[in-house]
C-alpha cells in the first residue's frame, strides 16, 4: 500500500474512534443522581413527556470501554494502512502455524496411510474420511463435493474413465495433471458442414439416436477418416491420451446433438492441475484411494 492510502486509512480509523470518544463526552450531560432524573426534555405530544435522562451510567462506561478496546486492538494487530501492529500477526504465519500443528498431528498417520497399496488402503473408514475432507478442500470446487462432476469436469463416481481407474492411473492423473486436447474437426481440417452433420450422426448412433440414419450410415467414412486415430475403431476411446469412449453413456460434456457438434466444430481442451508440490505423496495417496473407492 502506498504512503498516502497508508495515511488516508490511518486517518479515518483513528478519526471515527476519536469522533465516537467525542461524541460520547459531548453529550454525557452532567451524571444525574436517579433522584434527579424528573427532568424533561420539554416536549408534550399528549400530554406524554420525554424524560431527558443521561445514559445510565454502566452503559456509557461500555461505550468507552470499546473505544479502549478498538485503540488496543489497533495496537497489537494490522489495522492502521502499512502498520504492522506489536504482535506482528499476519494470516500467512497464521495459517503456517495451523499447517505445522496440522502437520504434527496427522503427519505421522498420513506417512502410515501412504505405505498402504491404493486398493487395502480404499477398504480403511479412517483414510476414506480423511481423504473425503481432502477431496473438500482441493477438488470439491472443480468435482463437485459429491465427486459428480459437471459440464467439462469428469464424473468419479462412475466406471467410465477417461484415462483409467487402475489405482496407478488415479496416482498419475494426481500427480501430474493431465491435459486433453481435440482439435477442431479432429485429424480432418477441411471437413464440410455435411460432413460434420453426418459423423455427428455416426457418433449419435452408438446410443442408438441417430437423428438421420442415412447421414450416420456415410458418417462412417467421415469417422475413419478425421476421428479415429484418436476415439479408435470401436470408438471406446484412448485412455492414454485421454480420449472418452462415444459409446457409453457417460458425457463429459452434453451428449445431444448441438453439444456434440460443437465439440466436433471446434475441438475441445480440458485441463486437470497437477498435484505435486500442492499436496504432499502421502495426501495424494489417500486421495488416491479415496477416488478409487467411490467407483468401486
Ligand atoms: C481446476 C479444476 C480441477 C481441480 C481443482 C481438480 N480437478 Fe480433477 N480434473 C479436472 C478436469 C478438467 C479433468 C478432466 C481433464 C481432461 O478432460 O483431460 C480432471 C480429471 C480428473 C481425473 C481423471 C478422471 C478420469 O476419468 O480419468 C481424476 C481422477 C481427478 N481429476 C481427480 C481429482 C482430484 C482427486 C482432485 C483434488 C486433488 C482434483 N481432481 C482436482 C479438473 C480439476
Ligand atoms: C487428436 C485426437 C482426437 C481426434 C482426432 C478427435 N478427438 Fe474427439 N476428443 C479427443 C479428446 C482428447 C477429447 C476429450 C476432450 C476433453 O477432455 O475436454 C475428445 C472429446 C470428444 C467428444 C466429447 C465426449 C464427451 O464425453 O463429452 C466427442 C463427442 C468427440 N471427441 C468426438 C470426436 C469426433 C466426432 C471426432 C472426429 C471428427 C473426434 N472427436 C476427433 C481427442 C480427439
Redesign the pocket.
Known sequence: MSTFWSIWISVIVLGTIFGCWWLLWATRKGQTSDAETERTTGHSFDGIEEYDNPLPKWWFYLFLGTVIFSLGYLALYPGLGNFQGLLGWTQHNQWDTEMQVADARYGELYAQFGQVPVKELATDDEALQMGQRLFANNCAVCHGSAARGAI?FPNLTDDAW?YGGEPEDILETLHNGRQ????A????PN?TSTQVDQ??NY?LSFSGRARDEEAAEAGKV??AQ??V???GPDAKGNQA????N?TDD??????TYE??EE??LYG???MMPAQSGRLSEDQIHILAAYVYSLSN
Open positions: 467439462g477417461l486433453a486436447n481435440m482439435p474437426k479432429g485429424t480432418m471437413m459423423v455427428v457418433v467421415v469417422y478425421g476421428c486415430a484418436c476415439h491420451i485421454g480420449a472418452p462415444l457417460a458425457w463429459l460434456y452434453g451428449s453439444w456434440i465439440t466436433v475441445r481442451e480440458n
